[in-house]
């Protein structure tokens, strides 16, 4: 980048402490937000903004309603920035002199919970040179924050696939009722409950942005006995919450198969219907730099995935045998 006798072009530290800070700003389009997560004045960042603008002679930002835009120089700078930063943060966790630190995992609360948390010394016993920390989050980190947040493998439940990052494995989920036992009478292929009207418990956000009755709208389709006037709807923002509530006898939850595992097995939540569970979402594994076949983010993949098979498969064993008696 030696273009200029003057140095205008030549890269230097100071100009390449000004992209880093651009690129802070262009992934979240905001002055103000860029200086917090910097912690130094949005005077400070728009100063520099101006000098790296003045210093290159181009115009990286137009401001259009009171928010930040890229221009199409900004979006190639923003580009070459990130694979830059792509390339950096590779090659340090090669250096066999680095460190290393803990595999950073993020997922939704209620997976920490209910099924990920309690299953850790397992893979510390099979995996002893690998450490986790593991980062429960109401909504996923997007993919231009992997590298800021420090994430190295995300693991989702949604419908679809998301688009940039590698998916290393994926099970898809099945759902179908639970509740807590002697909430609901068999009666064939309805039920009723010993209190006056079945609840029906939801967990509003199954993963961010879905619908909120995507679960129950599901179920109903094959089982139209659940779906009517006469049952009362409570609302959760999470599936652990419903889960939590239908184990103390408030309603019925829809269940997934991996979630409500060690729920089942300690017999504080039943099946609240015979019918066969339905697909639900997916859990997709998924990361921005796996590295080769033997490394510690694609080591966890797989055990998870195949731990959460074993799961689902115990799961659908319980099921049948409550179907058979």
């Not at 880093?20 to 262009?26: D, G, I, K, M």
Request: with cysteine; charged share 25%; aromatic share 8%.
């Amino acid at each position: 980048m030696d273009r200029d006798s003057d140095g205008t072009g030549k890269l230097d530290g100071q100009l390449l402490s000004d992209l880093w800070l651009f690129r802070s700003v262009a992934r979240f389009e905001s002055i103000t937000a860029a200086a917090r997560r910097l912690n130094v004045t949005q005077s400070a960042v728009s100063q520099r903004i101006l000098r790296l603008e003045r210093r290159l002679n181009i115009a990286l930002f137009v401001r259009r309603r009171g928010r930040l835009h890229l221009t199409e120089s900004g979006y190639n700078m923003l580009g070459a920035m990130n694979v830059v930063s792509s390339t950096l943060n590779g090659v340090l966790e090669d250096f066999e002199g680095v460190r290393r630190r803990a595999l950073v995992v993020s997922c939704a609360p209620s997976l920490a919970t209910e099924w990920l948390v309690p299953r850790l010394e397992d893979f510390y016993g099979r995996n002893p040179d690998v450490e986790l920390s593991i980062k429960a989050e109401l909504i996923p980190t997007s993919i231009d924050n992997f590298d800021d947040q420090g994430v190295d493998v995300m693991i989702e439940y949604q419908k679809e696939p998301t688009a940039g990052l590698h998916e290393l494995a994926s099970l898809q989920e099945l759902i179908f009722p639970v509740c807590a036992k002697g909430y609901l009478i068999d009666e064939g292929d309805n039920h009723r409950s010993t209190a006056r009207q079945i609840t029906r418990l939801h967990d509003v956000v199954p993963w961010v942005d879905g619908p909120m009755y995507f679960e129950w709208d599901t179920w109903v389709v094959t089982a139209p006995e659940w779906a009517g006037k006469d049952f009362l709807d409570r609302h959760f923002n999470l599936a652990h919450l419903a889960y939590q509530a239908a184990r103390s006898g408030q309603g019925v939850a829809m269940g997934r198969t991996v979630l409500v595992h060690r729920l089942m097995r300690g017999e504080e939540l039943v099946a609240a219907s015979k019918r066969p569970p339905v697909a639900g979402a997916t859990y997709r594994v998924l990361a921005s730099r796996p590295g080769g076949t033997r490394s510690p983010i694609r080591r966890f993949a797989k055990w998870l995935i195949d731990e959460m098979k074993v799961s689902q498969e115990q799961t659908l064993a319980m099921l049948q045998v409550g179907v058979s008696r």
